[in-house]
Protein backbone atom coordinates (compact mmCIF):
# COMPACT_ATOMS: atom_id res chain seq x y z
CA UNK A 1 0.00 0.00 0.00
CA UNK A 2 1.44 3.72 -1.21
CA UNK A 3 0.53 6.74 1.02
CA UNK A 4 -0.50 9.87 -1.06
CA UNK A 5 2.53 12.52 -0.96
CA UNK A 6 1.90 14.95 1.50
CA UNK A 7 1.72 18.09 -0.08
CA UNK A 8 3.27 20.20 3.21
CA UNK A 9 6.49 17.71 2.46
CA UNK A 10 7.67 20.59 -0.29
CA UNK A 11 7.50 23.56 2.77
CA UNK A 12 8.95 21.18 5.18
CA UNK A 13 11.82 19.99 3.45
CA UNK A 14 12.45 24.18 1.91
CA UNK A 15 12.45 24.83 5.71
CA UNK A 16 14.98 22.32 7.06
CA UNK A 17 17.33 23.51 4.52
CA UNK A 18 16.90 27.47 4.69
CA UNK A 19 20.18 29.22 6.19
CA UNK A 20 18.97 32.80 5.48
CA UNK A 21 16.03 32.02 8.61
CA UNK A 22 18.42 30.18 10.41
CA UNK A 23 20.63 32.68 10.60
CA UNK A 24 18.16 35.35 11.32
CA UNK A 25 16.06 33.16 14.29
CA UNK A 26 13.46 32.02 12.70
CA UNK A 27 11.02 29.50 14.16
CA UNK A 28 8.58 27.84 12.18
CA UNK A 29 5.49 27.63 14.53
CA UNK A 30 2.69 25.86 12.45
CA UNK A 31 1.94 24.74 8.98
CA UNK A 32 -1.02 24.19 7.16
CA UNK A 33 -2.84 23.61 3.85
CA UNK A 34 -2.23 27.46 2.50
CA UNK A 35 -0.83 28.62 5.87
CA UNK A 36 2.20 29.08 7.92
CA UNK A 37 3.13 30.85 11.35
CA UNK A 38 6.54 31.71 11.72
CA UNK A 39 8.13 33.92 14.42
CA UNK A 40 11.54 36.11 15.33
CA UNK A 41 12.94 38.11 18.19
CA UNK A 42 14.17 41.35 16.71
CA UNK A 43 17.94 41.20 18.11
CA UNK A 44 19.65 43.88 18.75
CA UNK A 45 21.41 43.76 14.51
CA UNK A 46 18.08 44.20 13.32
CA UNK A 47 17.38 47.40 14.00
CA UNK A 48 18.28 50.29 11.89
CA UNK A 49 19.81 53.96 12.20
CA UNK A 50 16.58 54.94 14.06
CA UNK A 51 16.86 52.27 16.70
CA UNK A 52 13.69 50.18 15.04
CA UNK A 53 13.15 46.92 13.42
CA UNK A 54 14.44 47.49 9.69
CA UNK A 55 11.72 47.57 7.55
CA UNK A 56 13.81 44.72 5.31
CA UNK A 57 13.79 42.32 7.99
CA UNK A 58 10.35 42.73 9.46
CA UNK A 59 9.43 42.25 5.43
CA UNK A 60 11.80 39.51 5.57
CA UNK A 61 9.91 37.55 8.55
CA UNK A 62 6.64 38.00 6.44
CA UNK A 63 7.95 36.70 3.14
CA UNK A 64 9.44 33.85 4.86
CA UNK A 65 5.83 32.71 5.87
CA UNK A 66 4.55 33.56 2.70
CA UNK A 67 7.20 31.39 1.07
CA UNK A 68 6.13 28.56 3.30
CA UNK A 69 2.13 28.92 2.92
CA UNK A 70 2.61 29.23 -1.06
CA UNK A 71 4.75 26.00 -0.71
CA UNK A 72 2.34 23.89 1.18
CA UNK A 73 0.44 22.58 -1.91
CA UNK A 74 2.30 20.36 -2.65
CA UNK A 75 4.00 22.18 -5.66
CA UNK A 76 7.13 24.02 -6.32
CA UNK A 77 6.09 27.83 -6.16
CA UNK A 78 8.60 31.19 -6.10
CA UNK A 79 7.60 34.34 -4.79
CA UNK A 80 6.85 36.72 -7.69
CA UNK A 81 6.47 39.80 -5.76
CA UNK A 82 4.96 41.31 -2.69
CA UNK A 83 3.64 44.75 -1.23
CA UNK A 84 3.74 45.70 2.77
CA UNK A 85 2.74 48.45 4.87
CA UNK A 86 4.33 49.33 7.80
CA UNK A 87 1.92 50.01 10.63
CA UNK A 88 4.07 50.26 13.97
CA UNK A 89 7.93 50.42 14.88
CA UNK A 90 8.95 47.04 16.35
CA UNK A 91 12.22 47.18 18.94
CA UNK A 92 15.03 45.65 19.69
CA UNK A 93 13.56 42.38 22.05
CA UNK A 94 10.06 42.55 20.53
CA UNK A 95 9.05 38.84 18.90
CA UNK A 96 7.25 39.24 16.34
CA UNK A 97 4.91 36.83 14.76
CA UNK A 98 4.13 36.47 11.13
CA UNK A 99 0.76 34.68 9.99
CA UNK A 100 0.28 33.45 6.41
CA UNK A 101 -3.25 33.01 4.92
CA UNK A 102 -3.78 31.93 1.35
CA UNK A 103 -6.45 34.47 -0.23
CA UNK A 104 -6.73 33.53 -3.83
CA UNK A 105 -5.47 30.37 -5.86
CA UNK A 106 -6.14 30.54 -9.53
CA UNK A 107 -3.65 28.32 -11.52
CA UNK A 108 -0.73 28.73 -10.93
CA UNK A 109 -0.92 31.99 -9.69
CA UNK A 110 -1.49 32.85 -5.92
CA UNK A 111 -1.97 35.61 -3.28
CA UNK A 112 -1.22 35.34 -0.25
CA UNK A 113 -2.08 37.57 3.20
CA UNK A 114 0.51 37.93 6.12
CA UNK A 115 -0.23 39.93 9.15
CA UNK A 116 3.09 40.92 11.53
CA UNK A 117 1.77 41.01 15.44
CA UNK A 118 4.11 42.10 18.30
CA UNK A 119 3.38 39.23 20.39
CA UNK A 120 3.62 40.50 24.00
CA UNK A 121 0.48 43.34 22.74
CA UNK A 122 -0.84 41.54 19.61
CA UNK A 123 -0.06 44.79 18.05
CA UNK A 124 0.00 44.94 14.39
CA UNK A 125 3.45 46.12 13.04
CA UNK A 126 2.85 44.97 8.96
CA UNK A 127 0.98 43.88 6.53
CA UNK A 128 1.87 41.84 3.22
CA UNK A 129 0.47 40.44 0.66
CA UNK A 130 2.26 38.07 -1.37
CA UNK A 131 1.99 37.08 -5.23
CA UNK A 132 3.47 33.49 -5.62
CA UNK A 133 4.01 31.57 -8.73
CA UNK A 134 3.80 27.74 -9.61
CA UNK A 135 7.05 26.69 -11.68
CA UNK A 136 7.09 22.46 -11.76
CA UNK A 137 6.33 20.98 -14.55
CA UNK A 138 2.78 19.67 -13.07
CA UNK B 1 30.19 82.86 9.78
CA UNK B 2 27.97 79.56 9.77
CA UNK B 3 27.47 76.96 7.31
CA UNK B 4 24.15 75.96 6.11
CA UNK B 5 23.29 71.99 7.64
CA UNK B 6 24.16 69.45 4.94
CA UNK B 7 20.96 67.87 3.96
CA UNK B 8 23.02 64.56 3.23
CA UNK B 9 23.71 64.66 6.88
CA UNK B 10 20.47 62.97 8.16
CA UNK B 11 21.32 59.68 5.85
CA UNK B 12 25.20 59.84 6.72
CA UNK B 13 24.37 59.80 10.45
CA UNK B 14 21.51 57.02 9.89
CA UNK B 15 24.03 54.51 8.18
CA UNK B 16 26.43 55.17 10.67
CA UNK B 17 24.68 54.03 13.60
CA UNK B 18 22.57 51.17 11.99
CA UNK B 19 23.64 47.76 13.27
CA UNK B 20 21.52 45.75 10.59
CA UNK B 21 22.93 47.20 7.56
CA UNK B 22 26.50 46.06 8.91
CA UNK B 23 25.43 43.04 9.83
CA UNK B 24 24.28 42.22 6.10
CA UNK B 25 27.66 43.46 5.16
CA UNK B 26 26.36 45.94 2.86
CA UNK B 27 27.99 48.90 1.65
CA UNK B 28 26.83 52.43 0.89
CA UNK B 29 28.61 53.37 -2.90
CA UNK B 30 26.63 56.45 -3.17
CA UNK B 31 24.55 58.84 -1.86
CA UNK B 32 22.98 62.07 -3.32
CA UNK B 33 19.77 64.35 -2.79
CA UNK B 34 17.10 61.96 -3.16
CA UNK B 35 19.33 59.43 -4.35
CA UNK B 36 21.83 55.97 -3.26
CA UNK B 37 23.05 53.40 -3.73
CA UNK B 38 24.05 50.52 -1.60
CA UNK B 39 25.50 47.06 -2.17
CA UNK B 40 25.33 43.72 -0.65
CA UNK B 41 27.05 40.34 -1.63
CA UNK B 42 25.17 37.07 -0.72
CA UNK B 43 26.43 35.44 1.52
CA UNK B 44 25.95 31.79 2.42
CA UNK B 45 23.81 32.68 5.25
CA UNK B 46 21.36 34.36 3.05
CA UNK B 47 20.24 32.28 0.68
CA UNK B 48 16.59 30.19 1.08
CA UNK B 49 15.66 26.34 0.82
CA UNK B 50 16.51 26.46 -3.17
CA UNK B 51 19.69 27.88 -2.97
CA UNK B 52 19.22 31.60 -4.00
CA UNK B 53 19.10 34.42 -2.51
CA UNK B 54 16.22 35.16 0.44
CA UNK B 55 14.05 37.61 -1.74
CA UNK B 56 13.03 39.43 2.25
CA UNK B 57 16.89 39.62 2.02
CA UNK B 58 17.01 41.18 -1.16
CA UNK B 59 14.20 43.50 -0.80
CA UNK B 60 16.36 44.23 2.76
CA UNK B 61 18.88 45.64 0.81
CA UNK B 62 16.71 47.77 -1.53
CA UNK B 63 15.02 49.12 1.19
CA UNK B 64 18.06 50.14 2.60
CA UNK B 65 18.76 51.84 -0.28
CA UNK B 66 15.55 53.59 -0.37
CA UNK B 67 15.93 54.83 3.08
CA UNK B 68 19.05 56.03 2.53
CA UNK B 69 17.58 58.36 0.06
CA UNK B 70 14.73 59.61 1.27
CA UNK B 71 16.49 60.81 3.99
CA UNK B 72 19.05 62.72 1.77
CA UNK B 73 16.23 65.97 2.15
CA UNK B 74 17.21 66.74 5.54
CA UNK B 75 14.20 65.70 7.45
CA UNK B 76 13.34 62.43 9.59
CA UNK B 77 11.65 59.88 7.36
CA UNK B 78 10.18 56.72 7.49
CA UNK B 79 8.86 54.24 4.84
CA UNK B 80 5.62 53.59 4.90
CA UNK B 81 5.71 50.90 2.63
CA UNK B 82 6.93 49.17 -0.73
CA UNK B 83 6.17 46.75 -2.95
CA UNK B 84 8.94 44.53 -5.17
CA UNK B 85 8.66 42.42 -7.71
CA UNK B 86 11.65 39.80 -8.03
CA UNK B 87 12.85 39.45 -11.60
CA UNK B 88 16.00 37.16 -11.57
CA UNK B 89 17.58 34.48 -8.69
CA UNK B 90 20.52 35.84 -6.59
CA UNK B 91 23.05 33.36 -5.74
CA UNK B 92 25.82 32.82 -3.37
CA UNK B 93 28.69 35.26 -3.95
CA UNK B 94 26.72 37.34 -5.93
CA UNK B 95 27.40 41.24 -5.55
CA UNK B 96 24.03 42.82 -5.56
CA UNK B 97 23.65 46.99 -6.08
CA UNK B 98 20.92 48.65 -5.36
CA UNK B 99 20.03 52.20 -6.60
CA UNK B 100 17.21 54.24 -5.34
CA UNK B 101 16.33 57.35 -7.19
CA UNK B 102 13.34 60.22 -6.05
CA UNK B 103 10.50 59.41 -8.54
CA UNK B 104 8.25 61.92 -6.79
CA UNK B 105 8.22 64.35 -3.51
CA UNK B 106 4.91 65.95 -2.39
CA UNK B 107 4.91 67.75 0.68
CA UNK B 108 5.80 65.15 3.08
CA UNK B 109 5.20 61.89 1.18
CA UNK B 110 7.72 60.67 -1.32
CA UNK B 111 7.76 57.82 -4.08
CA UNK B 112 11.29 55.93 -4.59
CA UNK B 113 12.39 53.33 -7.20
CA UNK B 114 15.07 51.02 -6.33
CA UNK B 115 16.77 49.17 -8.96
CA UNK B 116 18.59 46.31 -7.74
CA UNK B 117 21.42 44.42 -10.40
CA UNK B 118 24.23 41.68 -10.41
CA UNK B 119 27.01 43.78 -10.78
CA UNK B 120 29.00 40.96 -12.64
CA UNK B 121 26.17 41.10 -15.80
CA UNK B 122 24.35 44.00 -14.99
CA UNK B 123 20.87 41.66 -15.07
CA UNK B 124 18.17 43.39 -13.25
CA UNK B 125 17.39 41.10 -9.99
CA UNK B 126 14.31 43.15 -8.58
CA UNK B 127 12.44 46.66 -9.05
CA UNK B 128 11.15 48.14 -5.59
CA UNK B 129 8.88 51.21 -5.60
CA UNK B 130 9.13 52.96 -1.85
CA UNK B 131 6.94 55.01 -0.17
CA UNK B 132 7.90 57.36 2.64
CA UNK B 133 6.89 60.17 4.45
CA UNK B 134 8.71 62.79 6.48
CA UNK B 135 7.43 62.61 10.42
CA UNK B 136 9.73 65.51 11.40
CA UNK B 137 7.87 68.81 12.96
CA UNK B 138 9.21 71.09 10.13
CA UNK C 1 -31.35 67.60 23.21
CA UNK C 2 -28.29 67.46 20.64
CA UNK C 3 -27.67 63.66 18.70
CA UNK C 4 -23.94 62.68 18.18
CA UNK C 5 -23.22 63.42 14.27
CA UNK C 6 -24.05 60.37 12.53
CA UNK C 7 -20.05 58.86 11.23
CA UNK C 8 -21.62 57.69 8.36
CA UNK C 9 -22.73 60.80 6.89
CA UNK C 10 -19.62 61.69 5.46
CA UNK C 11 -19.61 58.82 3.00
CA UNK C 12 -23.45 59.39 2.57
CA UNK C 13 -22.86 62.69 1.25
CA UNK C 14 -20.02 61.77 -0.58
CA UNK C 15 -22.11 58.79 -2.53
CA UNK C 16 -24.95 61.51 -3.28
CA UNK C 17 -22.81 64.06 -4.70
CA UNK C 18 -20.66 61.78 -6.87
CA UNK C 19 -21.32 61.92 -10.61
CA UNK C 20 -18.39 59.21 -11.51
CA UNK C 21 -20.20 56.35 -9.56
CA UNK C 22 -23.29 57.24 -10.95
CA UNK C 23 -22.66 57.41 -14.60
CA UNK C 24 -21.03 53.54 -14.43
CA UNK C 25 -23.92 52.77 -12.95
CA UNK C 26 -22.64 52.10 -9.52
CA UNK C 27 -25.28 50.87 -6.29
CA UNK C 28 -24.40 51.36 -2.32
CA UNK C 29 -25.39 48.41 -1.28
CA UNK C 30 -24.46 48.55 1.95
CA UNK C 31 -22.10 50.71 4.42
CA UNK C 32 -20.91 50.23 8.04
CA UNK C 33 -17.91 51.60 10.36
CA UNK C 34 -15.53 50.32 8.17
CA UNK C 35 -17.56 48.64 5.58
CA UNK C 36 -18.93 48.93 2.57
CA UNK C 37 -20.38 46.90 -0.58
CA UNK C 38 -20.68 48.59 -3.83
CA UNK C 39 -22.26 46.70 -6.99
CA UNK C 40 -21.87 47.16 -10.77
CA UNK C 41 -23.14 45.63 -13.84
CA UNK C 42 -20.47 45.36 -16.72
CA UNK C 43 -21.69 47.35 -19.36
CA UNK C 44 -21.41 46.98 -23.38
CA UNK C 45 -19.24 49.97 -22.96
CA UNK C 46 -17.00 48.85 -20.22
CA UNK C 47 -14.81 46.24 -21.73
CA UNK C 48 -11.73 46.71 -23.67
CA UNK C 49 -10.19 45.21 -27.04
CA UNK C 50 -10.04 41.57 -25.63
CA UNK C 51 -13.91 41.87 -24.56
CA UNK C 52 -13.33 41.38 -20.90
CA UNK C 53 -14.20 44.02 -18.18
CA UNK C 54 -11.52 46.56 -18.58
CA UNK C 55 -9.51 45.68 -15.41
CA UNK C 56 -9.29 50.02 -14.76
CA UNK C 57 -13.11 49.92 -14.16
CA UNK C 58 -12.93 46.53 -11.96
CA UNK C 59 -10.46 48.49 -10.06
CA UNK C 60 -12.53 51.68 -10.23
CA UNK C 61 -15.33 49.45 -8.40
CA UNK C 62 -13.57 48.43 -5.44
CA UNK C 63 -11.55 51.99 -5.40
CA UNK C 64 -15.13 53.67 -4.78
CA UNK C 65 -16.27 50.30 -2.18
CA UNK C 66 -13.14 51.02 -0.34
CA UNK C 67 -13.54 54.94 -0.59
CA UNK C 68 -17.10 54.61 1.33
CA UNK C 69 -15.37 52.99 3.84
CA UNK C 70 -12.49 54.86 4.73
CA UNK C 71 -14.82 57.46 5.25
CA UNK C 72 -16.97 55.98 6.70
CA UNK C 73 -15.27 56.85 10.26
CA UNK C 74 -16.25 60.87 10.06
CA UNK C 75 -13.27 62.28 8.89
CA UNK C 76 -12.52 63.34 5.55
CA UNK C 77 -10.35 60.72 4.11
CA UNK C 78 -8.34 60.54 0.53
CA UNK C 79 -6.79 57.74 -1.11
CA UNK C 80 -3.53 57.78 -1.33
CA UNK C 81 -3.37 54.79 -3.80
CA UNK C 82 -3.74 51.01 -3.72
CA UNK C 83 -2.68 47.90 -5.16
CA UNK C 84 -5.20 45.38 -7.63
CA UNK C 85 -4.68 42.00 -8.58
CA UNK C 86 -6.90 40.45 -11.01
CA UNK C 87 -8.26 36.93 -10.64
CA UNK C 88 -10.63 36.59 -13.26
CA UNK C 89 -12.26 38.04 -16.13
CA UNK C 90 -15.67 39.63 -15.99
CA UNK C 91 -17.71 40.07 -18.89
CA UNK C 92 -20.41 42.37 -20.07
CA UNK C 93 -23.99 41.44 -18.17
CA UNK C 94 -21.84 40.12 -15.21
CA UNK C 95 -23.05 42.57 -11.97
CA UNK C 96 -19.93 42.50 -9.90
CA UNK C 97 -20.26 43.38 -6.17
CA UNK C 98 -16.78 44.82 -4.50
CA UNK C 99 -16.85 44.43 -0.42
CA UNK C 100 -14.32 46.71 1.34
CA UNK C 101 -13.36 45.91 4.64
CA UNK C 102 -10.83 47.81 7.00
CA UNK C 103 -7.80 45.86 7.85
CA UNK C 104 -5.69 48.96 9.61
CA UNK C 105 -6.59 52.31 10.78
CA UNK C 106 -3.44 53.67 13.03
CA UNK C 107 -3.48 57.63 13.57
CA UNK C 108 -4.59 59.27 10.29
CA UNK C 109 -3.67 56.07 7.73
CA UNK C 110 -5.70 53.03 7.05
CA UNK C 111 -5.41 50.36 5.01
CA UNK C 112 -8.72 48.51 3.65
CA UNK C 113 -9.10 45.06 1.89
CA UNK C 114 -11.63 44.98 -1.23
CA UNK C 115 -12.80 41.55 -2.85
CA UNK C 116 -14.58 41.77 -5.98
CA UNK C 117 -16.59 38.74 -6.89
CA UNK C 118 -18.82 37.93 -9.47
CA UNK C 119 -22.30 37.63 -8.31
CA UNK C 120 -23.86 34.20 -10.52
CA UNK C 121 -21.55 32.43 -8.67
CA UNK C 122 -19.51 33.85 -6.73
CA UNK C 123 -16.31 33.79 -8.16
CA UNK C 124 -13.36 36.30 -7.45
CA UNK C 125 -12.30 38.51 -9.30
CA UNK C 126 -10.36 40.83 -7.71
CA UNK C 127 -8.51 41.80 -4.70
CA UNK C 128 -7.04 45.65 -3.67
CA UNK C 129 -5.73 46.80 -1.06
CA UNK C 130 -6.39 50.87 -0.43
CA UNK C 131 -3.74 52.79 1.62
CA UNK C 132 -5.66 56.09 2.81
CA UNK C 133 -5.17 59.24 5.28
CA UNK C 134 -7.31 61.34 6.60
CA UNK C 135 -6.57 65.27 5.74
CA UNK C 136 -8.98 67.10 7.96
CA UNK C 137 -7.97 69.16 11.30
CA UNK C 138 -9.13 67.20 13.47
CA UNK D 1 6.74 39.40 -50.68
CA UNK D 2 5.02 38.65 -47.11
CA UNK D 3 7.21 41.30 -44.92
CA UNK D 4 7.23 40.19 -41.06
CA UNK D 5 3.95 41.38 -39.11
CA UNK D 6 3.92 44.52 -37.57
CA UNK D 7 4.38 43.83 -33.75
CA UNK D 8 2.17 46.98 -32.54
CA UNK D 9 -0.80 45.61 -34.75
CA UNK D 10 -1.54 44.03 -31.43
CA UNK D 11 -2.19 46.80 -29.43
CA UNK D 12 -4.04 48.80 -32.74
CA UNK D 13 -6.45 46.32 -32.94
CA UNK D 14 -6.84 46.29 -29.36
CA UNK D 15 -7.55 49.87 -29.55
CA UNK D 16 -9.32 50.34 -32.33
CA UNK D 17 -12.41 47.92 -30.62
CA UNK D 18 -12.17 49.14 -27.06
CA UNK D 19 -15.49 50.19 -26.18
CA UNK D 20 -14.01 51.27 -22.53
CA UNK D 21 -11.73 53.36 -23.40
CA UNK D 22 -13.54 55.01 -26.32
CA UNK D 23 -16.50 55.90 -23.78
CA UNK D 24 -14.14 57.41 -21.75
CA UNK D 25 -13.22 59.80 -24.17
CA UNK D 26 -9.84 58.49 -24.45
CA UNK D 27 -7.03 59.71 -27.16
CA UNK D 28 -3.90 57.34 -28.29
CA UNK D 29 -1.28 59.88 -28.74
CA UNK D 30 1.71 57.71 -29.48
CA UNK D 31 2.49 53.70 -29.23
CA UNK D 32 6.18 52.28 -29.72
CA UNK D 33 7.79 49.09 -29.06
CA UNK D 34 7.09 48.98 -25.17
CA UNK D 35 5.58 52.15 -24.84
CA UNK D 36 2.15 53.86 -25.67
CA UNK D 37 0.88 57.59 -24.68
CA UNK D 38 -2.63 57.91 -23.61
CA UNK D 39 -4.70 61.10 -22.77
CA UNK D 40 -8.09 61.54 -21.56
CA UNK D 41 -10.01 65.19 -20.59
CA UNK D 42 -11.60 64.62 -16.79
CA UNK D 43 -15.42 65.15 -17.58
CA UNK D 44 -18.15 66.43 -15.16
CA UNK D 45 -19.42 62.96 -14.79
CA UNK D 46 -15.68 61.59 -13.85
CA UNK D 47 -15.44 63.54 -10.85
CA UNK D 48 -16.03 62.09 -7.52
CA UNK D 49 -17.88 63.36 -3.93
CA UNK D 50 -15.20 65.76 -3.21
CA UNK D 51 -15.24 67.14 -6.88
CA UNK D 52 -12.08 65.77 -7.75
CA UNK D 53 -11.28 63.64 -10.37
CA UNK D 54 -12.20 59.58 -9.19
CA UNK D 55 -8.88 57.95 -8.45
CA UNK D 56 -10.22 54.91 -9.76
CA UNK D 57 -10.82 56.64 -13.45
CA UNK D 58 -7.51 58.06 -13.29
CA UNK D 59 -6.08 54.71 -12.88
CA UNK D 60 -8.02 53.40 -15.57
CA UNK D 61 -6.31 56.14 -18.12
CA UNK D 62 -2.77 54.73 -16.53
CA UNK D 63 -4.20 51.12 -17.13
CA UNK D 64 -4.96 51.87 -20.50
CA UNK D 65 -1.63 53.50 -21.21
CA UNK D 66 -0.53 49.92 -19.63
CA UNK D 67 -2.22 48.13 -21.73
CA UNK D 68 -1.41 49.52 -25.20
CA UNK D 69 2.29 49.08 -24.17
CA UNK D 70 2.09 45.60 -23.14
CA UNK D 71 0.44 44.70 -25.53
CA UNK D 72 2.85 46.52 -28.77
CA UNK D 73 5.51 43.35 -28.41
CA UNK D 74 3.05 40.92 -30.64
CA UNK D 75 1.90 39.10 -28.04
CA UNK D 76 -1.16 38.59 -26.20
CA UNK D 77 -0.52 39.98 -22.74
CA UNK D 78 -3.19 40.52 -20.22
CA UNK D 79 -2.64 42.97 -16.91
CA UNK D 80 -2.35 40.53 -13.82
CA UNK D 81 -2.50 43.36 -11.44
CA UNK D 82 -0.78 47.22 -10.62
CA UNK D 83 -0.11 49.52 -7.86
CA UNK D 84 -1.14 53.21 -8.22
CA UNK D 85 -0.21 55.99 -5.63
CA UNK D 86 -2.18 59.39 -6.22
CA UNK D 87 0.15 62.74 -6.05
CA UNK D 88 -2.53 65.25 -6.94
CA UNK D 89 -6.13 65.91 -7.75
CA UNK D 90 -7.21 66.22 -11.06
CA UNK D 91 -10.44 68.37 -12.21
CA UNK D 92 -12.66 68.52 -14.15
CA UNK D 93 -11.75 69.96 -17.59
CA UNK D 94 -8.27 68.57 -16.36
CA UNK D 95 -6.51 66.96 -20.01
CA UNK D 96 -4.41 63.96 -18.29
CA UNK D 97 -1.55 62.41 -20.39
CA UNK D 98 -0.84 58.97 -19.41
CA UNK D 99 2.64 58.06 -20.98
CA UNK D 100 3.47 54.49 -20.16
CA UNK D 101 7.11 52.62 -20.43
CA UNK D 102 8.78 49.01 -19.89
CA UNK D 103 10.80 49.33 -16.94
CA UNK D 104 11.02 44.85 -17.22
CA UNK D 105 10.47 42.23 -19.72
CA UNK D 106 11.45 38.86 -18.76
CA UNK D 107 10.01 35.83 -20.46
CA UNK D 108 6.15 36.02 -20.00
CA UNK D 109 6.51 38.57 -17.28
CA UNK D 110 6.53 42.55 -17.57
CA UNK D 111 6.59 45.53 -15.79
CA UNK D 112 5.76 48.77 -16.95
CA UNK D 113 5.88 52.49 -15.14
CA UNK D 114 2.95 54.68 -16.02
CA UNK D 115 3.39 58.37 -15.45
CA UNK D 116 0.38 60.65 -15.14
CA UNK D 117 0.53 63.96 -15.54
CA UNK D 118 -1.55 67.36 -16.08
CA UNK D 119 -1.29 68.90 -19.75
CA UNK D 120 -1.01 72.22 -19.21
CA UNK D 121 1.20 72.32 -16.21
CA UNK D 122 3.30 69.19 -16.20
CA UNK D 123 2.42 68.20 -12.45
CA UNK D 124 2.50 64.44 -11.62
CA UNK D 125 -0.91 63.73 -10.61
CA UNK D 126 -0.44 59.75 -10.45
CA UNK D 127 2.15 56.86 -10.64
CA UNK D 128 1.26 53.55 -11.58
CA UNK D 129 3.45 50.28 -11.55
CA UNK D 130 1.60 47.64 -13.95
CA UNK D 131 1.98 43.82 -14.04
CA UNK D 132 1.98 42.46 -17.40
CA UNK D 133 1.42 38.50 -18.22
CA UNK D 134 1.72 37.02 -22.06
CA UNK D 135 -1.16 34.79 -22.36
CA UNK D 136 -0.60 32.86 -25.47
CA UNK D 137 0.64 29.70 -26.53
CA UNK D 138 4.10 31.14 -28.32
Given at each position: ?6 PLETSR ?115 LRGRSR ?5
Amino acid sequence: MVSAPDPLETSRRMWAVDPASRSLGMELVDLGAGTATVAMTVRDDMVNGYAIAHGGLVATLADTAFAMACNSRGRTTVASGFDVTFLEAGRAGDRLVARARETALRGRSGLYDVTVTREADGVVVAELRGRSRAVDRA
